[in-house]
């Protein structure tokens, strides 16, 4: 995909359907406060507290726990980081080694996707009461999706590893989104000093209705799955 291609589907992905939703990181206090239980004191402690990595650390603001999260996530209208910044953002193109379900090596960058994260290689998941390796079956699954076509990655910044944080497409599509909405990562962001790119709960949600990828049977988020093995 060239990269003029590629800034298009971005800017037509953003003006889409969620041309209108209320980015917690950049709107103003008014539009804040369209969102459902944000009133003009928790308008003002979330652009005190900005850049939000999700809109569900928004339980941070005092009076925002999980119920009115789960109310703010159905209606739909919040978002973070979904607007392009001005200019043209690098992008890094070729064909992907996948290393693992969120981590690929294109033209040889390592790059990280933003916004998900899979599960550890070394780590099991749960199905039917066995252990099954869904670290690995799901790198398998991601490999098999990317195959050897190019890809065209996006570059939103890095990580304290100096790792590329990227929205990786392949022929206009969102791998990260693919990934997440076929179970095989879910939408994150670290609790501090994200690099703030898309949100992909909505992906997420849709997997789990489905039941798809690590959603068919119960796991252990990846990021505490970590805390625990280090």
Known sequence: ???????????????????????????????????????????????????????????????????????????????????????????????????????FVVVGTRIRLIGIDAPEGRQFCQLDDHDWPCGQVATAAVWELVGSEPVACEVYGHDRWARTLAVCYQHG???????????????????????????????QNEAQLKAAGVWQGTFIDPWAWRRQTN
């Open 1 to 103: 995909m060239q990269r003029a291609a590629l800034v298009a589907t971005a800017l037509l992905w953003a003006g889409g359907a969620w041309a209108n939703c209320v980015d917690i990181n950049a709107d103003a206090l008014g539009r804040l406060q369209q969102i459902v239980h944000i009133d003009a004191v928790r308008a003002h402690a979330i652009e005190a507290r900005r850049p939000w990595p999700a809109v569900a650390s928004l339980t941070a603001i005092h009076g925002i726990g999980r119920g009115r999260i789960r109310d703010i996530l159905a209606e739909g209208i919040a978002c973070v980081g979904l607007r392009a910044e001005p200019g043209e953002r690098p992008v890094i193109e070729g064909p992907a080694t996948v290393l693992d379900a969120d981590t």
């Open 173 to 203: 599509a969102d791998l990260n989104a693919e990934i997440v909405r076929n179970g095989w990562a879910l939408a994150w962001y670290p609790e501090s000093g994200a690099v703030v790119g898309p949100s992909y709960e909505e992906a």
